[in-house]
């Protein structure tokens, strides 16, 4: 039997033991997903969109209840939980209303003796492994399309939301999709490669780079369709014509908000030098504002850490970052009590000789490193392997868009970071994956089209 120990962030008390699938209980939900896939497909679009605008109005209604289970499993300030629960139904909306002419036939040629057009067929039972960080966003930003499309859809969530994750399987069903077709795969990594190992139709995968890559490599062995959404390490650049207080309090937003754990958090930010000493100093008071405590709490703005393990990784960062000459303007540390607690940290004085300048944080910490003007700042925004987001400051669009076209980034920032429209395409470039979720592409992701010649019988 697989078994997860199980940790309250917040108070690093042991909660339970999770009892996870093992390869013969994932062996089943695929058996059962692959038996009940066709009958979903074959379901008149119009029924399987019920579906989806009930679940989409059982969350809007059970949004607090919904988003004090994810709280109370993964440390999210209960503000940002309620956030992130309450957006969610907006977001299927661009599902809602684009999915029937995504995925309806086209045709491409109507001649008297020949047609050609295509039609979209589901891939089959695909997989869902996803993060922690954002769960429902993460999640719905995946399954929700593939079950308009006529998917089975097997959903690990991360050991780190189970709770999360099993409430989206009760309140799929509830709205009428069947038990077979959206099915919760509980466990962590061994369970996640056991998943792999049967002959699925496609992997789609939230999560670090590291996992990313074996993911990638076990479904080769397959030649399946796989998408990688990976993490991140956003540059935002304040120009010298900004105004520095109100630039660095939305950058602090962007980049302490759910303690960094953002896959599209600020990870380190390039001032012009024009204004560093002022944004700076901007910057330094609104750390200071951050109320941080029990995420249960309406005015916490920062909670523990979800995930304990990632707290000496940041430590190393830091040490190494002073190492090397930074100096630690706030925070550096972690705090003094039981669960995973680390302070805001602020690192100025900062070069790319260090990791935290370069290596995915994913915690309550920043670099901030002032530069001459928009060349070198494009030239540090480019220096690294991640190409998630980046954002530029500056009142003058053209040199913004200057800026942001010379970067190797799937998504660019005019004035504002730490965003997501559900109507553009998420996208990773480099190590920060492969393929798109959200937008068109993201729908289009979960079917394949079938190339139809249709020529009138001769004579
Ligand atoms: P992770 O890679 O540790 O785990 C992600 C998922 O993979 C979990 O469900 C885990 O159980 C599973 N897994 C682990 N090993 C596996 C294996 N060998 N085979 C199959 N599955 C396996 O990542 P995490 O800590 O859950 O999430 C944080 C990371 O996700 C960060 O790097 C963050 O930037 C990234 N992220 C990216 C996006 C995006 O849209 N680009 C969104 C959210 C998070």
């Given at each position: 039997?697989?078994?997860?120990?199980?940790?309250?962030?917040?108070?690093?008390?042991?909660?339970?033991?999770?009892?996870?699938?093992?390869?013969?209980?994932?062996?089943?939900?695929?058996?059962?997903?692959?038996?009940?896939?066709p009958?979903?497909?074959?379901?008149?679009?119009?029924?399987?969109?019920?579906?989806?605008?009930?679940?989409?109005?059982?969350?809007?209604?059970?949004?607090?209840?919904?988003?004090?289970?994810?709280?109370?499993?993964?440390?999210?300030?209960?503000?940002?939980?309620?956030?992130?629960?309450?957006?969610?139904?907006?977001r299927?909306?661009?599902?809602?209303?684009?999915a029937?002419?995504?995925?309806?036939?086209?045709?491409?040629?109507?001649?008297?003796?020949?047609?050609?057009?295509?039609?979209?067929?589901?891939?089959?039972?695909?997989?869902?492994?996803?993060?922690?960080?954002?769960?429902?966003?993460v999640?719905?930003?995946?399954?929700?399309?593939?079950?308009?499309?006529?998917?089975?859809?097997?959903?690990?969530?991360?050991?780190?939301?189970?709770?999360?994750?099993?409430?989206?399987?009760?309140?799929?069903?509830?709205?009428?999709?069947?038990?077979?077709?959206?099915?919760?795969?509980?466990?962590?990594?061994?369970?996640?490669?056991?998943?792999?190992?049967?002959?699925?139709?496609?992997?789609?995968?939230?999560?670090?780079?590291?996992?990313?890559?074996?993911?990638?490599?076990?479904?080769?062995?397959?030649?399946?369709?796989?998408?990688?959404?990976?993490?991140?390490?956003?540059?935002?650049?304040?120009?010298?014509?900004?105004?520095?207080?109100?630039?660095?309090?939305?950058?602090?937003?962007g980049?302490?908000?759910?303690?960094?754990?953002?896959?599209?958090?600020?990870?380190?930010?390039?001032?012009?030098?024009?204004?560093?000493?002022?944004?700076?100093?901007?910057?330094?008071?609104?750390?200071?504002?951050?109320?941080?405590?029990?995420?249960?709490?309406?005015?916490?703005?920062?909670?523990?850490?979800?995930?304990?393990?990632?707290?000496?990784?940041?430590?190393?960062?830091?040490?190494?970052?002073?190492?090397?000459?930074?100096k630690v303007?706030?925070?550096g540390?972690?705090?003094?009590?039981?669960?995973?607690?680390?302070?805001?940290?602020?690192?100025?004085?900062?070069?790319?000789?260090?990791?935290?300048?370069?290596?995915?944080?994913?915690?309550?910490?920043?670099?901030?490193?002032?530069?001459?003007?928009?060349?070198?700042?494009?030239?540090?925004?480019?220096d690294?392997?991640?190409?998630?987001?980046?954002?530029?400051?500056?009142?003058?669009?053209?040199?913004?868009?200057?800026?942001?076209?010379?970067?190797?980034?799937?998504?660019?920032?005019?004035?504002?970071?730490?965003?997501?429209?559900?109507?553009?395409?998420?996208?990773?470039?480099?190590?920060?994956?492969?393929?798109?979720?959200?937008?068109?592409?993201?729908?289009?992701?979960?079917?394949?089209?079938?190339?139809?010649?249709?020529?009138?019988?001769?004579?």
């Amino acid at each position: 039997m697989l078994a997860i120990e199980r940790t309250d962030p917040a108070t690093g008390e042991a909660r339970d033991a999770l009892v996870a699938d093992d390869a013969a209980a994932v062996a089943r939900k695929y058996e059962a997903a692959r038996a009940a896939q066709p009958a979903w497909a074959a379901r008149p679009f119009a029924e399987r969109l019920a579906c989806i605008e009930r679940f989409r109005d059982l969350l809007a209604e059970r949004r607090d209840g919904l988003a004090a289970i994810q709280s109370k499993e993964t440390g999210k300030p209960i503000k940002q939980a309620r956030g992130e629960v309450g957006a969610t139904p907006g977001r299927l909306d661009w599902f809602i209303q684009q999915a029937e002419a995504m995925l309806a036939p086209s045709t491409r040629l109507d001649t008297p003796g020949l047609t050609e057009k295509v039609t979209w067929e589901a891939l089959g039972v695909v997989v869902n492994v996803s993060a922690w960080n954002y769960p429902w966003f993460v999640g719905t930003n995946v399954y929700v399309p593939a079950l308009l499309a006529g998917n089975a859809v097997l959903y690990k969530p991360s050991e780190l939301a189970v709770d999360v994750g099993l409430s989206m399987g009760q309140l799929l069903h509830e709205a009428g999709v069947p038990a077979d077709v959206f099915q919760v795969v509980v466990g962590g990594g061994a369970t996640g490669a056991a998943l792999l190992e049967l002959p699925i139709d496609g992997v789609f995968f939230t999560g670090s780079h590291a996992t990313g890559v074996k993911i990638a490599q076990a479904a080769a062995a397959q030649l399946i369709p796989v998408q990688l959404e990976l993490g991140g390490k956003d540059p935002a650049y304040a120009a010298d014509d900004v105004d520095p207080k109100a630039t660095a309090e939305g950058l602090a937003d962007g980049a302490f908000y759910n303690a960094g754990q953002s896959c599209c958090a600020v990870e380190r930010i390039y001032v012009h030098e024009a204004i560093y000493g002022p944004f700076v100093e901007a910057f330094a008071a609104a750390v200071d504002g951050f109320v941080m405590g029990d995420p249960a709490h309406e005015d916490t703005y920062l909670g523990p850490l979800t995930r304990a393990a990632q707290i000496p990784v940041i430590e190393a960062q830091v040490a190494d970052a002073v190492a090397k000459g930074a100096k630690v303007l706030r925070g550096g540390h972690r705090l003094d009590k039981p669960g995973a607690w680390f302070a805001p940290t602020v690192l100025i004085d900062v070069d790319h000789t260090m990791e935290v300048m370069r290596e995915e944080s994913f915690g309550p910490v920043i670099g901030i490193q002032k530069v001459s003007g928009d060349a070198e700042a494009v030239k540090l925004m480019n220096d690294t392997a991640y190409g998630l987001t980046a954002a530029v400051y500056t009142h003058d669009l053209a040199r913004a868009q200057g800026i942001l076209g010379a970067l190797d980034t799937g998504t660019a920032y005019w004035n504002c970071c730490d965003r997501v429209s559900p109507r553009l395409e998420w996208t990773g470039r480099g190590h920060s994956g492969v393929g798109s979720t959200l937008g068109e592409v993201g729908i289009r992701a979960f079917v394949r089209p079938r190339a139809w010649h249709l020529r009138a019988p001769q004579g």
